[in-house]
T-cell receptor
Framework: KNQVEQSPQSLIILEGKNCTLQ??????????LRWYKQDTGRGPVSLTI?????NTKSNGRYTATLDADTKQSSLHITASQLSDSASYIC??????????FGAGTTVTVRA | NAGVMQNPRHLVRRRGQEARLRCSPM?????VYWYRQLPEEGLKFMVY????????ESGMPKERFSAEFPKEGPSILRIQQVVRGDSAAYFC???????????????FGPGTRLTVL
């Protein structure tokens, strides 16, 4: 069964600090992995996408890593801002239209 | 270029009533996907449609739920005789082609939050 596990479930950080979110998956075959940001009451918005041949991808202050051998990914947020408060979702694709979603990590940034 | 539109954003129904959720895909997109999100859980695939065709409805309950994507107009997710367990956020996504390779990204709407009293 394709599964995506994220940790931690939630975290609180002070504005300006860094944090790292984890994603482990068992999806097979593997096509690509995306990190999404979902603001409260909104739909998910893509931050990064990586295929098996890519091990790092940046989008501004967001940097995602991928280890296809261990089936692990991380999302690092640098110099957090209040607007980074959201749920971050790891999504893995086996190549077809069915996406496997993690439950998300809720990040709260406090001033 | 407007993104994926969903309406209503919030819908309250009493048990036994019908719920109709609408989704207008991004301009130029002919592939629509519906997902359900329960609290503290990830999005779960329900159904995949192209214009006038249901491609895959394996994630949708066989009773009370139906979906359509007519030649003209938005895609509709219909839930008949709603029960409290149907309370969830329902998201629609669209893509320009099928599959989830790099060029076929699914873009998500803001969701409809259904509350069944």
């Amino acid at each position: 069964k394709n599964q995506v596990e994220q940790s931690p479930q939630s975290l609180i950080i002070l504005e300006g600090k860094n944090c790292t979110l984890q994603c482990n998956y068992t999806v097979s075959p593997f096509s690509n992995l995306r990190w999404y940001k979902q603001d409260t009451g909104r739909g998910p918005v893509s931050l990064t996408i990586m295929t098996f041949s890519e091990n790092t991808k940046s989008n501004g202050r967001y940097t995602a890593t991928l280890d296809a051998d261990t089936k692990q990914s991380s999302l690092h947020i640098t110099a957090s801002q209040l607007s980074d408060s959201a749920s971050y979702i790891c999504v893995v694709s086996a190549g077809d239209y069915k996406l496997s979603f993690g439950a998300g990590t809720t990040v709260t940034v406090r001033a | 270029n407007a993104g994926v539109m969903q309406n209503p954003r919030h819908l309250v129904r009493r048990r036994g009533q019908e719920a109709r959720l609408r989704c207008s895909p991004m301009k130029g997109h002919s592939h629509v996907y519906w997902y359900r999100q329960l609290p503290e859980e990830g999005l779960k695939f329900m159904v995949y449609l192209q214009k006038e065709n249901i491609i895959d409805e394996s994630g949708m309950p066989k009773e009370r739920f139906s979906a359509e994507f007519p030649k003209e107009g938005p895609s509709i997710l219909r839930i008949q005789q709603v029960v409290r367990g149907d309370s969830a956020a329902y998201f629609c996504a669209s893509s320009s082609a099928g599959g989830t390779n790099m060029g076929n990204e699914q873009f998500f709407g803001p969701g409809t939050r259904l509350t069944v009293l």
